[in-house]
């Protein structure tokens, strides 16, 4: 329809709608201006100078997207991929965003962000947070600046550069020392009240703190003496879970409950503070923090009876240990954690041997000394039974 070369600015009919190419600061676009071909349409074209509209068009498309101003930016993509992700994950991504990013980044241009500045931002993280919320930040900006490449605000995504790359955020975790065997019995023989039975469901199954506070009644089976876990409360959000989850914690699962347990949850049934939870605060509703029972109960209990503090999360763990120790199967310990079968984590992380007493080695000791024995009477007898 025109000669003029490509990048000069021109006008275009694609099916019977007006688009216009051409170079804006040494960038070639086409962009439809969103006009049907008419007569009138037939004139603006002779009128208007195609270069024009399609700098108004691509100023347009900017401040639909946003300004280049990184804050806004970023609180816009925060907001359109939200439906990717539970309510948690979306507020704990919104505070790094505040909180973490926006102290280094605020007031910048997203173009004005290089490969440096994200690495010092994440160099001084490492220091502060653990690895986990590192890798979540790195993981964010790369999303935001994603869409400010995709939508034509900068010319490459700092992120993906060899420099930020070479951050090292490989995990050293700081293993959590378990309660000793001894420590439990102690723990659980002066824990009174639903407390007791709080500490006595997150020692014998290993629960995960979350997933105790969030127990309801109707999560327990009295017939089949079944638990099903289907939710977690963290930071006072409750997570629900069901077979089709794909979160990385898997807060869905049936535990078989242990005798002793049924019994003392029959017990607590008849006292019990609430119909629908398990375990409620003082205004009935239930705990929204576990900060509150480590500060007001588990703390104060510790305390009282001598123990050292190792976190309410190291119940967790000290299951891990007792039952590894004890000789239970690692697939059955995985399976009642809610750990994926053959996952490492699990005797990486979990398992502490620091909870055994010198009573237990020697025990574990003589149990390999009687295999061991076995082992070798039951050889030599097959060599004294054949024939000269």
Sequence with gaps: MSNRIKGDGV??????????????????????????????????????????????????????????????????????????RQQASQNELEGLFKNRVLPSFKGLKIEDIKPL??????????????????????????????????????E?????????????????????????????????KNAKGWFKIFLELSFKLGLRTGECMALKWSDINFETEKLSLQRSITRGVITEQNENSTSNKNHFRTIQLLPDLVKLLKIYYEVRPSNEWLFINKDGRYYRESKTIVDYHLKPLLKSIGVKYKTLYATRRSYASVMSFGGENLEDIQKIMGHSKGSKITEKHYIDPRILKLEHDKLNAQKQQEIFNMMVEVEDKVSQSKPA
């Excluded at 919320?133 to 939508?151: E, H, M, T």
């Excluded at 490459?156 to 420590?183: C, F, H, I, M, W």
Aim: aromatic share 8%; net charge positive; charged share 30%.
């Design 117 to 154: 500045d994200i690495v010092n931002l994440l160099e001084r993280q490492k220091k502060e947070v653990c690895n986990d919320r590192v890798k979540r930040i790195k993981n964010l900006l790369n999303i935001i600046f994603d869409y400010a490449y995709d939508n034509e605000l900068i």
């Design 156 to 188: 490459r995504n700092p992120v993906q550069t060899r420099s930020v790359k070479a951050v090292d955020l490989s995990y050293n975790p700081k293993k959590t020392e378990a309660y000793s065997t001894e420590e439990i019995r102690v723990i659980l």
């Design 11 to 84: 006008f275009k009919i694609r099916k019977n709608v007006i688009y216009v190419h051409g170079s804006v600061n040494g960038k070639f676009h086409r962009k439809s201006t969103g006009k049907k071909l008419t007569p009138a349409t037939k004139q603006w074209m002779k009128k208007a100078n195609p270069l024009d509209v399609l700098s108004k068009l691509l100023d347009t498309d900017r401040n639909e997207v946003t300004t280049n101003n990184f804050e806004k930016f970023g609180y816009m993509i925060l907001e359109v991929t939200s439906s990717r």
